[in-house]
């Protein structure tokens, strides 16, 4: 498929109100930069239903156009009802790229288009740039069971599309909106949407941690033993009004439940501070956590890659150092 701008697009997901999920917003912020790059505008794609809602936010964060596909039929997600509208908005106006969030949805949805549309999908991404020498996006993402990181190119087809991890990037801060609205009046036939969500059933046993959404996580790793040793960072977090975060290797353990994962295969975040208690900081778990704005690490093995991208690093005993921590904050706090 052909193009007809340099510009980006950034799919904006909705809940079924109408108002904008995060990763969408966050995506805005990348999308900004790729888009100056390329010589385009930056376009946010909002479908759903009675998105006026997305359609503002997308608005206060820097998109210079926004796309509308507003109806009924796109209250709820459906592969068949937004592969359709999306297919048919990038055959009519052909931009050279497209960022989805690496949601449940967007990891359907991706997939499902580039093969609409003919082109390559870079899935699960956690850095974007520009390459100098080709102009092309560079997607990276981990690879090889998360042991090292790939830098993808898509040459020849367009649109470039890439599904990017929610977390890793910051929303964009709030601006004048400037943008231009351009509402396509397209709907897809009951009869074209195979399926129907009847229901939707939340696990009774399951946690709910919104490690994404947190201002400040405090981690464990093997460091911590066995699920004994999280109590330590439970109080620390609890008395920084954080969440607890956890390792690959600790929740392999059983010591912890998966909804506290950070890493390749967990969460991807990005807090204001970031404490890491027992963790080595292998290439999995960096790809989870490394655009936090503070890391601290704790760790008694003075080599642990993790302290190659702390800002702060102690070097000892977890069970000596988080405890005296917990108890300095605890004065401070008082």
């Known amino acids: 498929m052909g193009t007809k701008t340099k510009d980006l697009w950034v799919l904006l997901e909705t809940n079924e109100d109408g108002t904008a999920k995060n990763v969408g917003i966050e995506l805005l912020n990348p999308g900004r930069r790729l888009a100056d790059k390329q010589g385009g505008k930056l376009v946010s794609v909002v479908i759903g239903c009675h998105t006026d809602a997305a359609v503002k936010e997308a608005g206060v964060h820097g998109a210079d156009q926004i796309i509308v596909v507003d109806g009924e039929e796109f209250r709820r997600y459906t592969t068949d009802a937004y592969t359709a509208a999306l297919a048919h908005l990038l055959k ?3 931009p050279t790229s497209m960022l989805i969030g690496a949601t449940p949805n967007g990891r359907d949805l991706g997939p499902r288009l580039s093969c609409r549309l003919g082109t390559g999908l870079t899935a699960d ?69 195979r399926t129907t969500l009847l229901e939707t059933i939340r696990e009774a046993s399951a946690e709910i941690v919104d490690l994404e959404g947190a201002d400040i996580i405090v981690s464990g790793g093997r460091g911590v033993g066995g699920a004994e040793g999280f109590r330590v960072i439970r109080e620390l977090a609890d008395v920084l009004g954080g969440t607890v975060g956890a390792s690959r290797a600790a929740v392999d353990e059983g010591w912890i439940s998966h909804s506290h994962q950070v890493g390749q295969t967990g969460k991807t975040v990005g807090p204001k501070l970031y404490i890491a208690c027992g963790i080595s900081g292998a290439i999995q778990h960096l790809a989870g956590m490394s655009s936090s704005d503070v890391i601290v690490a704790i760790n008694k093995d003075f080599d642990a ?30």
């Open 125 to 193: 991404c956690t850095a974007l740039d520009i390459d100098e020498a080709s102009g092309n996006i560079a997607w990276t993402r981990p690879a090889f069971g998360g042991n090292l990181m790939a830098v993808i190119l898509c040459p020849d087809h367009r649109p470039q599309l890439g599904t990017v991890r929610p977390g890793v990037f910051k929303k964009p801060d709030v601006c004048e909106d400037r943008a231009e609205i351009i509402r396509e009046d397209f709907h897809v036939p009951a009869d074209q949407i």
């Open 92 to 94: 009519k106006h052909a």
């Open 305 to 334: 890659p993790i302290f190659g991208i702390a800002d702060y690093g102690f070097v000892g005993n977890l069970f000596e150092i988080v405890p005296l921590l917990t108890d300095e904050i605890k004065k401070v706090k008082a």
